[in-house]
């Protein structure tokens, strides 16, 4: 091989890979959606019929599951979800800003993409608003100071642990839930083996989500389930206190994009954005 084409093939490995499109429908302002861990873009189901109307809604499938690559040798750190979801939101070629929703693992990647972009001089940031829905925010149980709260994210992680490294458990209790939910809602397999656990460990159990949304300007909506078994009690308590941040609680409604949870969502993005307001440090 000559030096040329060694180059060419090393910019093309360091290329970020596009995401598949799964969805692109409607007219009017542009709402990109972004599904969470072992799942696809069929979590969306019950929001974008409520959207289409009145929007251009974009839905993904993230890094290493549904339909998008999964790149051999890729560690699924936050940044590897993010570079591929930014790649992917360029080749849209998107001429206004954006609201950008995420689900589960999608909110603390999106969440990521709009402080990235937020941080960036002279430049508006391409995201208008920010819609999360049940994000896992798990801070480091050393800088929980509620020793019950610290107890609960101390649990959810180790159970995270668990998880990733008894791989026949996971499989064979994934595959029972599985055909409890609509094809695509959750899916743990042996394709999406290596993109599960590596998401888990590097975004999921190390997360920067925390100081993401305090590092935004833009409002932040986030949306959750009271019945949300992903959601540790208190552990949402420090991003409540933002000024910036609005919750939404939904009753009877747990981890899924359900009916009742989508029309509050939907609700949501309907409504005019408000004025940008300061950081909270």
């Avoid at 598949?20 to 959606?33: E, F, Q």
């Avoid at 790649?87 to 849209?92: F, G, K, N």
């Avoid at 709260?149 to 029972?176: E, G, H, P, Q």
């Avoid at 949402?236 to 939904?250: A, D, K």
Wanted: proline share 7%; aromatic share 6%.
């Amino acid at each position: 091989m000559t030096w040329w084409a060694e180059q060419t093939a090393r910019r093309g490995r360091l290329r970020p890979p596009l995401l598949y499109v799964a969805t692109d429908v409607g007219t009017g302002p542009v709402v990109i959606l972004v599904h969470g861990i072992a799942s696809s873009s069929v979590t969306f189901d019950e929001l974008v019929p409520l959207l289409k109307k009145n929007h251009r809604v974009i839905a993904v499938d993230i890094l290493g599951f549904g339909e998008s690559p999964a790149p051999e040798g890729c560690e699924y750190r936050l940044e590897d979800h993010v570079e591929a979801l930014a790649a992917t939101i360029r080749s849209l070629r998107l001429r206004e800003p954006f609201i950008l929703v995420g689900h589960s693992l999608g909110s603390l990647i999106s969440t990521r993409y709009a402080a990235i972009n937020h941080d960036r001089a002279f430049r508006p940031s391409p995201v208008s608003r920010l819609v999360l829905v049940g994000p896992p925010v798990y801070l480091a149980p050393s800088e929980i100071g509620n020793v019950r709260v610290r107890a609960r994210v101390t649990a959810y992680l180790r159970a995270c642990d668990f998880l990733r490294s008894n791989k026949d458990f996971t499989l064979a209790n994934a595959a029972i839930m599985s055909r409890l939910l609509p094809k695509g809602i959750f899916e743990i397999t042996e394709k999406t083996w290596t993109p599960f656990i590596k998401s888990m460990e590097h975004c999921i159990e190390s997360q920067t989500v925390v100081s993401d949304i305090a590092s935004l300007s833009v409002p932040v909506d986030v949306i959750y389930g009271a019945l949300d078994a992903f959601i540790a009690v208190g552990s949402m308590t420090v991003i409540e206190r933002m000024r910036h941040v609005t919750m939404h609680r939904v009753e009877a409604n747990d981890h899924i994009i359900r009916k009742r949870l989508a029309r509050v969502l939907a609700r949501v993005i309907d409504t005019p954005t408000p004025r940008p307001a300061a950081p909270t440090l």
